[in-house]
Each structure stands twice: as structure tokens, then as C-alpha cells.
């Protein structure tokens, strides 16, 4: 085969009722020079070896990796892109499904305009049929106003956030496999690209986003997004967290930086999961409301400001030596209170619960 111009990767974990579908919907693409990737993470599943020893005979476009180690979601991504040699990456999750002729229009786009990143929209399915849910978290639509046209990725986080059309998913986005592959995902977490996706983002030098949505996502029970919140699901958002905050602090962001706000709203969002799962104590919802503060009062204390449209501040006279100032300020802050909860007894307690959920939970 040529130089493939689409590596997809697929990672595979106890999905064999859901994998065939799955990879003929990739094998079938109206663009042929493509390369598909399987990779099963120590699947307990035998028939998820055979389905994918299967296609790597029958098709020379497959590739197929046998992990002999447990490595999770993200860690079975980073094999797939360490094997990959297409232009573009696309990482699907091997219970969901494509349009026939996707990657062809999404690559004749990516090329056309030079793209790093082409992002889509999607839809959820029960076993073919199109979900018409009320719940807005199973559709994954792009507001218009972020539509055909080209951003630098710090742009983008700033518009699709502010458009309430920022989706971290890996599956909803094609990636200039040059600018992906400097990245590596979180290994054996839950929700590994809620970290990773927005730094990639932010790293891009152009994001073009369409309505086109060529994904289909499987509703099931047992699958990641369908997954009761437990423990293991808590601590791995916090560690999620931590993750970006290092990140700002390596990259300095300045204080009314898109991806800081980002930063600030998974806090939120982890703040308000703890409190709700955490009913008996206010111990957890304590130290967010001091993180929550430390946003607020710290800027407030040192620099004129002025709240945006989604929730960040901004400063009403640029000086950029305060503004790092304040971030360093509040990094610290920030640091501090992730450092109590991991000292405290609640994080000891749920330590041997965490390791054998981790064994599970996926």
C-alpha cells in the first residue's frame, strides 16, 4: 500500500458484538488509501481476537496490535499512533460507527485548506436506530456560528466555548498526524481526552469545523459515556484536572487565556460531581468553593477586571507582568488544595478501591 493518507485507530476492549459493524463501516470508505489500526487492550472477550485477527488476513490495509498488558482507552490510542503513518489520524471507538464516505470528504477538506484539525459533528444510535433523546449530551452539534471557518486553535477553544460547542471528544476530530503525535494520552483513566483534546487544540495553527456529522455513536449500557459515576471516574477527573493545571503552569498562560477558562470550568464541573456524590461531608465541596474563590478574589485584589460572556475575567488594561502574577498566584492555590485532598482520608480511604476498580471500569 502507498503512504496511507487516514490512519484510523481502534482500539477494542469487549465490543466483539459491536466490532464488526464497526470496521466494515472502515474497511468500506469510498477512500481506499487508508490504514486501519486495531488495537485490543487484553480484551477478556476471545472473540475480539478472532474478529480482528480475521480482518488483518482478509484486508492488507489492517494493522492489528495485541497489548500484553491492560493499558486502557488512552493507552491503547498512544500504541495505535505510535504504529500510525497516515497524514491524518482518526481515533474511533470500535462499538460506534461512520458515514461510507467520510473520510473522504473530511481528508479532501483537511488538504484543500492545509488543516491541522477538521472538526465534525455526531450522532447517537440504540443498535442502528437514530436516539431521539432530550438529552443534549448525546448529540454532539456545532453551533452555526462556528461553522466553515478557519481559527488558530486558541481561537477556537474561545468561540465553540462561548458557543456552548466545545466537544473534547478524540472521536470528532481529524488530526494532522505531525501535530497529534507530539501528544500522548493518559494511560488506565476514564475520559482521557478531556485533558489531551483541548491541549491538542490549543497547539493547532488551524481548526475548520463543519456541521457534517459523519459519526455515529452506540448507546449502550456498560460503555464509558453510560458508566454509573463512581470513585474511580471522581478521582481520575480531579486527576484530569491536575493534568491541565500543569499544563498552564509549563505553558504560563495569561490569566484570561481561552484554555485557563476551560481549566476553570472542569473544576466546576468536578466540584459539582463531589459535592453531589460526596452528600454526608461538606470537606470536598469546602475546598472547591476555596478554589472557586482563589479565581475570583485573587485578580479582583491586584487588577481591574471585567467578567466575559462564559464565565473568565478579563483584563481592562493589559499588563501582562500582573497577569502572570495572578496566575502564579492562583496556580499555587490551586496546587495547594489538590495537594490537601490527596493527603486527606477520604483520598487515602478510596486508594485500595481505586486499584480495583481500575481493573473494570472502562
Given at each position: 500500500?502507498?503512504?496511507?493518507?487516514?490512519?484510523?485507530?481502534?482500539?477494542?476492549?469487549?465490543?466483539?458484538?459491536?466490532?464488526?459493524?464497526?470496521?466494515?463501516?472502515?474497511?468500506?470508505?469510498?477512500?481506499?488509501?487508508?490504514?486501519?489500526?486495531?488495537?485490543?487492550?487484553?480484551?477478556?472477550?476471545?472473540?475480539?481476537?478472532?474478529?480482528?485477527?480475521?480482518?488483518?488476513?482478509?484486508?492488507?490495509r489492517?494493522?492489528?496490535?495485541?497489548?500484553e498488558?491492560?493499558?486502557?482507552l488512552?493507552?491503547?490510542?498512544?500504541?495505535?499512533?505510535?504504529?500510525?503513518?497516515?497524514?491524518?489520524?482518526?481515533?474511533?471507538?470500535?462499538?460506534?460507527?461512520?458515514?461510507?464516505?467520510?473520510?473522504?470528504?473530511?481528508?479532501?477538506?483537511?488538504?484543500?485548506?492545509?488543516?491541522?484539525?477538521?472538526?465534525?459533528?455526531?450522532?447517537?444510535?440504540?443498535?442502528?436506530?437514530?436516539?431521539?433523546?432530550?438529552?443534549?449530551?448525546?448529540?454532539?452539534?456545532?453551533?452555526?456560528?462556528?461553522?466553515?471557518?478557519?481559527?488558530?486553535?486558541?481561537?477556537?477553544?474561545?468561540?465553540?466555548?462561548?458557543?456552548?460547542?466545545?466537544?473534547?471528544?478524540?472521536?470528532?476530530?481529524?488530526?494532522?498526524?505531525?501535530?497529534?503525535?507530539?501528544?500522548?494520552?493518559?494511560?488506565?483513566?476514564?475520559?482521557?481526552?478531556?485533558?489531551?483534546?483541548?491541549?491538542?487544540?490549543?497547539?493547532?495553527?488551524?481548526?475548520?469545523?463543519?456541521?457534517?456529522?459523519?459519526?455515529?455513536?452506540?448507546?449502550?449500557?456498560?460503555?464509558?459515556?453510560?458508566?454509573?459515576?463512581?470513585?474511580?471516574i471522581?478521582?481520575d477527573k480531579?486527576?484530569?484536572?491536575?493534568?491541565?493545571?500543569?499544563?498552564?503552569?509549563?505553558s504560563?498562560?495569561?490569566?484570561?487565556?481561552?484554555?485557563?477558562?476551560?481549566?476553570?470550568?472542569?473544576?466546576?464541573?468536578?466540584?459539582?460531581?463531589?459535592?453531589?456524590?460526596?452528600?454526608?461531608?461538606?470537606?470536598?465541596?469546602?475546598?472547591?468553593?476555596?478554589i472557586?474563590?482563589a479565581?475570583?478574589?485573587i485578580?479582583?485584589?491586584?487588577?481591574?477586571?471585567?467578567?466575559?460572556?462564559?464565565?473568565?475575567?478579563?483584563?481592562?488594561?493589559?499588563?501582562?507582568?500582573?497577569e502572570?502574577?495572578?496566575?502564579?498566584?492562583?496556580?499555587?492555590?490551586?496546587?495547594?488544595?489538590?495537594?490537601t485532598?490527596?493527603?486527606?482520608?477520604?483520598?487515602?480511604?478510596?486508594?485500595?478501591?481505586?486499584?480495583?476498580?481500575?481493573?473494570?471500569?472502562?
Amino acid at each position: 500500500m502507498s503512504h496511507p493518507k487516514i490512519s484510523a485507530i481502534i482500539p477494542v476492549y469487549n465490543t466483539s458484538k459491536y466490532l464488526e459493524k464497526c470496521v466494515e463501516s472502515v474497511i468500506n470508505q469510498t477512500l481506499s488509501n487508508i490504514e486501519i489500526i486495531l488495537v485490543n487492550d487484553c480484551s477478556p472477550d476471545d472473540l475480539d481476537h478472532s474478529i480482528c485477527s480475521k480482518y488483518q488476513e482478509i484486508d492488507h490495509r489492517v494493522i492489528y496490535i495485541k497489548h500484553e498488558t491492560n493499558l486502557g482507552l488512552g493507552g491503547a490510542r498512544n500504541s495505535g499512533l505510535k504504529e500510525a503513518r497516515g497524514d491524518y489520524i482518526w481515533f474511533i471507538d470500535s462499538d460506534d460507527f461512520i458515514d461510507i464516505n467520510a473520510c473522504e470528504f473530511l481528508y479532501s477538506l483537511a488538504i484543500s485548506k492545509d488543516l491541522d484539525i477538521v472538526a465534525f459533528s455526531a450522532t447517537s444510535h440504540i443498535n442502528g436506530n437514530i436516539n431521539i433523546s432530550d438529552k443534549k449530551y448525546y448529540y454532539y452539534s456545532r453551533d452555526i456560528s462556528i461553522l466553515d471557518q478557519t481559527f488558530s486553535g486558541k481561537n477556537f477553544i474561545d468561540a465553540a466555548s462561548l458557543a456552548q460547542s466545545f466537544h473534547v471528544s478524540a472521536c470528532l476530530h481529524l488530526f494532522k498526524r505531525e501535530l497529534i503525535s507530539n501528544f500522548k494520552f493518559r494511560e488506565n483513566v476514564v475520559h482521557e481526552d478531556t485533558d489531551l483534546i483541548p491541549i491538542v487544540i490549543y497547539n493547532a495553527s488551524s481548526v475548520y469545523c463543519v456541521k457534517y456529522a459523519p459519526y455515529y455513536r452506540l448507546l449502550r449500557e456498560g460503555s464509558l459515556t453510560q458508566t454509573e459515576m463512581s470513585i474511580k471516574i471522581l478521582t481520575d477527573k480531579l486527576l484530569c484536572v491536575e493534568s491541565l493545571l500543569q499544563y498552564a503552569i509549563d505553558s504560563g498562560l495569561l490569566f484570561n487565556d481561552p484554555l485557563l477558562n476551560y481549566i476553570h470550568n472542569e473544576f466546576n464541573n468536578t466540584k459539582n460531581i463531589y459535592t453531589v456524590f460526596d452528600k454526608k461531608t461538606k470537606y470536598i465541596e469546602s475546598l472547591f468553593y476555596s478554589i472557586n474563590k482563589a479565581f475570583v478574589e485573587i485578580p479582583k485584589n491586584n487588577i481591574k477586571l471585567k467578567q466575559d460572556k462564559y464565565g473568565g475575567y478579563k483584563s481592562k488594561y493589559l499588563d501582562s507582568k500582573i497577569e502572570i502574577d495572578n496566575l502564579k498566584k492562583i496556580i499555587s492555590h490551586l496546587n495547594r488544595e489538590l495537594n490537601t485532598i490527596k493527603s486527606s482520608r477520604f483520598w487515602k480511604f478510596t486508594e485500595n478501591i481505586r486499584k480495583i476498580k481500575s481493573l473494570f471500569i472502562r
